[in-house]
Each structure stands twice: as C-alpha cells, then as structure tokens.
C-alpha cells in the first residue's frame, strides 16, 4: 500500500519539490532569526548595523519572522498542486479498504517528509551561507554575524518542528477524505457561500490595531495585542478574498461583453474559494510589502529630517549609515515579498489550468481559441487582484504609519568638540508629517498588477493548442 | 391459447358484447394478428363451457352478437392464476435463425457462410430502420409503440448475438490454427 | 451531387498503434451516416478527423472541394466552431454557465453580440423542449436535458455537418430515443448532414445507411468481424 501511496505523476513530484523548497527557505530564515536572538542584547563588533546594534537586530529578527509569513503561505499553497487527482487516488485506496487514519498518515507523512528534507536543504544552504558570507574587513571586523550558531535547541525545535507542523496542516487540509470512500463528483460537490465575516474581522483588526498604535503602547501585551490584530488583518483578508472573488464576478457577469469576460464571470462565482486562493499569498504579500514601503520611507523621512537638522557638513556617523542599511534591508524585504508573491501566483495558475483540463479539452474541442481562454484567465485572476490588493498594500502602510507615527525632527543644540566629530547632543524641536511615496507606491502597484497579468498569460501558454482527447475521454 | 386470457381480461372489466370483445383485442394488440370473429365465437363457447364465462343477457336486437358475456367468479380465479404465473423465460430454444446461422458457421465455407451472414444482418438492420422511421414519423399510441419496442429489441438481441457467435467461432478458429 | 464532406484512404495511428488503415467516407447534404464497429475500431478516431479536431498521418478529408486536413490549427478550430457542430457522449458543457449561455457561448465566440445570442439561444432550447433548463446550470439536469442541451449548442450555428459520438451512450432508451428523433428532425429541418458514430444498432437505425469499421478499415459485410469457420 505504501508505494500505491507513494505513486504519482509529475505533479505530484512538483509539489513535493516545491514543498521542499519552501521549507528549505522557510528554515533558512528560521535560523538566520535565531543566529541574532542568540546573539543577545549586547553590541557586537560586526560591520551590518542590522546585525551590529541591539535594537535593529530586534527589528531584522521581526522582519524575518515576517518574511516567513509569505513562505509559509506558498508552502500552504504548494500542498495543494495536484490536489484533485491525489483526492481521487486516495478516495480509491479507501475504497479498497484504507482506513481514514491510513490515509491521513500516508498524507501526513508525505508532507512531512517532503518538509523534514526541505528543514535539512534549509540547513546546508544556512550553513553555505555562513560561509560564503563570512568576510573581515579592514579593521577585521566581520561583516555579519557568521562566527555564531544558532543554540542548538532552537535549531532542534526549527529542524523537528517544521515538518511537524507542515504534516498537522496537510492533515487539516485532507480532513476531507474522512467522510465517504466515494470519490466526489463535480455534481455533488456543493461549494459554501463566502461570507462577510472575514472582512468583518479585517476591518476589527485595523481598527483594534489603529487604537494600539495611537495609545502609544509599547509594551508586551501590548506587542502581542498589536501582532494579533496584524494577524487579524491579514488572516481576515485572506479568508474575505473569496467574497471579493463571488462579488466581482457577479458584477463582471452584469457588464461582460464577450465571451471571454463571460467565462471568467461564471467561474469567479462557481468557485470563489480557487480564486481566492490566487490572491491569497498575493494579498498577504501586498499587506507585508505595503508596511514595509512605509517602513523604508519613514526611515528616509527620519533621514532627510536628520540631514536638514545640520548646516552645515555631515560627520560620517553610525546614524546615518543606520538609517542607510535599515532601508536596503527593507527593500530586501520588498523584493523577497514580490518574488515570493509572484511564485505563488503562477502556482495557483498553474493549478487552476491543470485542474480544469478536462473542461478546456471540451472548449477547444467545440472550437475555442486559446486566445479566448487566455482573455478568460486574465479576466478571472486580475479583477479580485486590482480589487483588492493595491487596497493591502495602502492598508499595510497605513498600519505602519499609525503604528510609527509621525518622524521626530531634532536640532543639534551642542557638540563635543565643536566640530562635531565625536558627540552631539540634539533637542527635538518638533514632529514631520511623512507617509508613502505616493509616485513609487503606484509604480509598485502597476508594476505587481502587470505581473500577475504575465503570469496569466505564461499560465494560459501551457493550454494546449489542440484538443486534449485523453482529457476529453476521463471521466 | 392466450386469447382465451385476454378475452377473460377484458371482461374483467365488465360485461361486453362478441363484437365489443373482438374490437376492444384489435385495440389492445394492435400488431397482433387480428382476430377473427369465429375464433371470438369459438373461444367464448369454450370459456362458458368450462364454467369461466356466461351469458349475461340479450338484447332485443337479437342474434349472437348481441348476446352480452360477463365473466364469472371461476373465470376471475383462472385469470388471476395465469397472471400470477410466471412465463417460463424461453426454455426451449426455437428459430429458424439459430438454425441456419449455426449451419452456415459450422458447415459451410467462408465465402459462402459470410455471404449469408452479410444479407441476413442487412435484412435485420433494414427492419431495423423501418420500424425506427415508424416510431420517428407517425402518431403511434402506447401500444402501437410497445409492440414496436418489443420488435426493435427483439431484431437488436439477434444482431447481438449473432456478432457473439461470429466472434466465438473466431476465437476457436485462432485456438484450434495455432 | 458532389458530396459535401469526403474522405479518401485516411490512416492515423496513435504511436506504433494503428487506428485508421485506409477509410473512404462521403458524406451528401441531409443525410445521416452511421460508423459502427466494436470498440477500438477507429470509429471515434474517424470522426475526430473528418470534424478537424485531429490530423491523419495520411490521406486527405475535403469539406466542400476544399482540402481541410492540412490547414493550420486556428482554421480547423474556425471551422468547428461555425460549420460543424460536435455532440460527444458526455455534454461537455461548461458546468460554470447556464444551459442558455452555453448555448450562446459559439455564436459569442463568433462575434455576435450577448444579447443576440442569448436570444438564439433561447429558441433552439425551445425547439428541442428544454426551454425550462435555460436558467439552470448542467449540475442541474438530467442525462437527458444535458444531451438536448448539448445539442442545441451544437446547432446553433447552424452547422453544415454535425458530428455526433455516441450520443446516446449515457442515456436510458427513452431519453436517448428522444434526442435521436429530435436530431433527425432538426437534421432535416436545417439541412445538416449527420455522421452518427454508435456500437448500439438500435440508434444506428434512425440512420438512412451504414458503414462499419473492422480494425481501422470498411467492413463491406457490415458484420464487423472477420468471419471464421469450422469447429
């Protein structure tokens, strides 16, 4: 039974690889995070302010744990390629006797497995990197901080705990194969309503998150309330996209013209929750990237104040080179946030294509032109995006703004000497409105919106051109 | 004889004179042979000498048709056992058909038993559209269209089985050869 | 009358598998032509090639004198689309739309405004007595529904030929006898000419003649298997 189980087609290799990979990622990030937890809170000598100053390292610990959210999110994703023809093969085997429990372990398993060799490439590639990166400068300091482990019990919880929870999730996901041994058709498959609720509690968290951040709390519960309405947003925004999708295609199908919009209307209301899941990752990207934009631009703000604050020239000093390393990081974090989106995109493109087969077989075989269900795709995956997902990004540095608020100006009121070369004392003299670049931002956007409308596109080039009778002939 | 049955049936459902009865059986069976009033005669005479009919009254009119029949209680009860019989699904296996094409597969030579073989189903499949373009072309009632159903179905069953023995015969072939 | 669709010794094979080995087929306007043959006979591959949807490895399939088995993809698709008309034995229909958009879907795709079509669309469902399916979606109907559905949409652009695969296959006698006779009907009224591919002799009756396949070529005993003899 266990090779049955371990049988599969491309697809199935596909997400296996890409479930690896995402783990891999996943726990590189991880441990880079616990490389600077371990490093305490003392200064250390090493050349990256992120890396060197406490209270950065606290931020570039936070920005990683962050940047896992878009891996863990494709890593969600990855486990469903092929999800339709695994049901199918699993339904079989519970026909032929499997108990629930066989086949959740055999589900468990696989991901696990697939996660527990992704933890371990995650290992080779940290370890790579400390290696590589592991560089003096002149005054023989290092660059960042690759002469430090993460604790080994961190590493151990990282390593184990991955791909138990990765196994937990793909168990949740498959609860479906508790039920009937039968495998479901597509005529018996009735899919729920999407509800409000989602966007309800989207709209709780923002605002539960704005009172946080203009009472000025700082402190611990207070940091946790502030992550769990973040958490709320995001979570709320995810799960509300499919009644953005359900709604969209209504209008859609009020306003089509052609047949293409057509298509693409019916299918967003048939199955908001597939088109959902496209803009799921995208959205919770879109909300990251957005935070940290405003992050990186409220660093610039901090910068130009700082720079006006002196007449006269600018001593090299660890504040502006702080600022400097702060926003490159950001912008990191921006690129990852895109490329991460991107690829999760293209997956679910991918997916809804592959999946389908059966009815694009049918399309072309009446005729259809590849162009027509390419103008179909575009239509079903950018109108829930343009809805929504510029709308994430604003909302994402909204929630930064409020939470920042407003840059300090300060005046240099001394020095010591007087040329300023080694201490200055400054006196805040007043606070500088600041907020997103608003030219960048829609740059940003346009540019996120032209990529999903390539991946369409590159999704659509994998139709065939001609009629896929073996596809036609499955029933 | 099963007309005796369907004589019976029909006066079940209340008393009719000889020329209802014959009418009513032309309506029933349409694609059955008609039958003839003698034999209406005959069988009734038959069924009231075994005590299943009687005679119920006479018109003024006089003469045989018009004397009314009506079933009795005997003729009920022998109705209801036939009914209740079930018809013993072709025991013996009876047709010219067999008959011929077990002989041209088992003792004629290729040419000749194909030949046959090719005209027998062209006349089945020929009927086969009549009867269809029946169906498809005229105002038919129920029964009419029952007892075309049983014609196409029956002429379909024979196609079948006659491509079943072909291939048998052809799969023995190939055994026997190598 | 020169015929309206021909084809001259088509061979296709699937890898080393040989489907077709050499078929002649004409087809004249109104009439109904069935392909009969055992399973894997090439009955289905015939149809598939005659209607465009696959190129044979050889020989040569003309629709109206014009050559069609070497045009370009998009041409063969065009011409599915407003000439021919495809009914296989499974609907196929787009289970997202109602039976009316479905039915709309070739005209849109042809051009024609929404409205229009929809408006067609509505007439044919009519024709063929499943008016009251038009706002309800394929998950909604019957076997039977479905297949008149499809049907609509196979006629709605008022195709020269229709090609029909086993349309029957899935349905009960009663249901299937219905969108035969309705497809004979409306074959006539239009003028298309029909190829009916079919192993079931009772639906290949509603058709004025015949052929029968045997192993990829023309049985012209019609008995669809070599005839052996002696045991």
Redesign the interface.
């Known amino acids: 039974m266990l090779r049955l189980a371990l049988a599969g087609t491309r697809t199935d290799r596909l997400r296996v690889a890409l479930t690896a990979l995402t783990a891999a990622l996943a726990t590189a990030l991880a441990l880079a995070a616990a490389t600077l937890l371990s490093l305490g809170f003392t200064p250390r000598r090493y050349q990256a302010i992120v890396v060197d100053q406490p209270d950065l390292r606290e931020l570039t610990v936070y920005a990683l744990v962050v940047a896992c959210l878009p891996v863990l999110a494709l890593a969600a994703q990855a486990t469903r390629i092929g999800a339709p023809a695994r049901h199918r093969r699993l339904a079989a085997l519970r026909l032929a006797g499997a108990t629930p429990r066989q086949v959740t372990v055999i589900v468990a398993a696989e991901t696990a497995a697939a996660a527990a060799l992704g933890g371990l490439a995650g290992l080779a590639l940290f370890e790579l990197a400390r290696v590589l990166l592991h560089r003096r400068d002149a005054a023989g300091r290092l660059w960042l901080a690759t002469d430090v482990r993460p604790g080994p019990v961190a590493t151990a919880v990282i390593l184990i705990g991955l791909p138990v929870l990765a196994a937990l999730l793909a168990t949740v996901l498959t609860r479906g194969l508790h039920g009937s041994p039968l495998p479901v058709t597509t005529r018996a498959v009735r899919t729920a309503v999407p509800r409000l609720w989602p966007l309800s509690l989207a709209g709780a968290g923002v605002v539960a998150f704005v009172l946080l951040g203009t009472a000025d709390v700082l402190f611990a519960p207070g940091l946790l309330l502030g992550l769990g309405s973040a958490a709320a947003v995001a979570g709320g925004l995810v799960l509300g996209m499919a009644w953005v999708s359900e709604r969209s295609g209504r209008l859609l199908h009020r306003f089509a013209r052609g047949p293409a919009a057509l298509l693409a209307a019916r299918r967003l209301r048939a199955d908001p929750w597939t088109g959902s899941r496209t803009v799921g990752v995208l959205v919770v990207c879109a909300l990251v990237a957005g935070a940290l934009l405003a992050l990186r631009d409220n660093h610039r703000a901090g910068a130009r104040a700082y720079l006006l604050s002196y007449h006269g020239p600018v001593p090299g000093g660890t504040d502006l080179d702080y600022q400097g390393s702060a926003v490159r990081m950001l912008s990191l974090g921006v690129g990852f946030a895109v490329a991460v989106a991107a690829l999760g995109v293209l997956l679910a493109l991918l997916e809804t294509v592959a999946a389908r087969r059966r009815a694009f077989a049918a399309l072309t075989a009446g005729g259809v032109t590849r162009g027509v269900l390419v103008r179909a795709l575009l239509w079903q995956a950018l109108l829930p995006v343009t809805l929504v997902v510029p709308g994430a990004a604003l909302l994402g540095a909204g929630l930064v703004r409020v939470l920042v608020g407003d840059v300090e100006v300060s005046a240099v009121s001394g020095c010591y000497p007087l040329d300023c070369s080694d201490m200055v004392q400054r006196s805040p003299t007043g606070t500088v409105a600041w907020f997103v670049d608003g030219a960048e931002f829609a740059a940003v956007s346009v540019a996120g919106l032209a990529l999903v409308a390539l991946l369409a596109v590159a999704a659509g080039a994998t139709l065939r051109e001609r009629t896929d009778l073996a596809a036609l002939r499955a029933t | 004889m099963s007309a005796s049955y369907v004589l019976l049936g029909l006066l079940a459902r209340g008393p009719k004179h000889g020329y209802e009865l014959k009418q009513a059986y032309d309506q029933r069976l349409p694609r059955a042979k008609p039958l003839a009033f003698g034999q209406v005669y005959s069988t009734l005479g038959r069924l009231e000498r075994d005590g299943l009919v009687t005679q119920a009254g006479q018109d003024q009119a006089g003469g045989p048709e018009r004397t009314t029949f009506a079933i009795t209680g005997d003729g009920r009860a022998t109705l209801e056992t036939w009914l209740a019989e079930v018809e013993a699904p072709a025991p013996y296996v009876t047709s010219a058909l067999l008959s011929k094409v077990v002989v ?3 003792v ?3 040419a000749r ?2 030949t046959y ?2 005209a027998q ?2 006349a089945h ?1 020929g009927r ?2 009549e ?2 373009r029946l ?2 072309e005229q105002d038919l009632t129920v029964g009419d269209l029952i007892a075309v159903d049983y014609a ?2 029956h ?2 069953a024979d ?2 089985w ?2 079943t023995a ?2 048998r ?2 799969d ?3 055994e ?1 050869q190598s | 009358m020169s015929p309206l669709l021909s084809a001259r010794d088509l061979t296709k094979s699937y890898g080393v598998q040989p489907a077709l080995r050499g078929v002649d087929l004409d087809l004249h306007e109104g009439e109904i032509v069935a392909v009969r043959g055992r399973s894997g006979c090439g009955k289905s591959t015939l149809l598939h090639c005659l209607s465009g949807i696959l190129r044979p490895d050889g020989g040569q399939v003309h629709f109206r004198g014009d050559r069609l088995d070497d045009t370009s993809e998009a041409y063969r698709s065009e011409l599915r689309r407003t000439r021919f008309g495809v009914l296989l034995q499974h609907g196929h229909l787009i289970s997202e739309l109602t039976s009316a958009e479905n039915v709309a879907l070739p005209l849109m795709l042809g051009g024609g405004s929404r409205r229009a079509a929809l408006a067609a669309a509505a007439t044919w469902l009519g024709r063929l007595g499943v008016a009251e399916a038009a706002e309800q979606t394929p998950g909604q109907l019957s076997g039977g529904q479905l297949q008149r559905v499809a049907l609509a949409r196979a006629m709605v652009t008022q195709p020269a030929v229709l090609f029909a695969d086993e349309p029957t296959g899935a349905l009960d006698t009663l249901a299937g006898e219905l969108v035969m006779k309705l497809l004979g009907r409306v074959a006539r009224e239009q003028g298309t000419a029909v190829v009916v591919v079919t192993h079931d002799a009772t639906i290949a009756a509603y058709a004025e003649r015949e052929i029968v396949l045997l192993d990829g070529r023309l049985d012209p005993t019609g008995l669809g298997v070599a005839v052996a003899v002696g045991a």
């Open positions: 041209a597969l088992l004629a030579d290729p038993a194909t073989l090719s189903q062209q499949t086969m559209r009867l269809t169906k498809s196409l179905t002429l379909d196609l079948r006659l491509q072909l291939h015969v052809a023995l072939h190939r026997v």
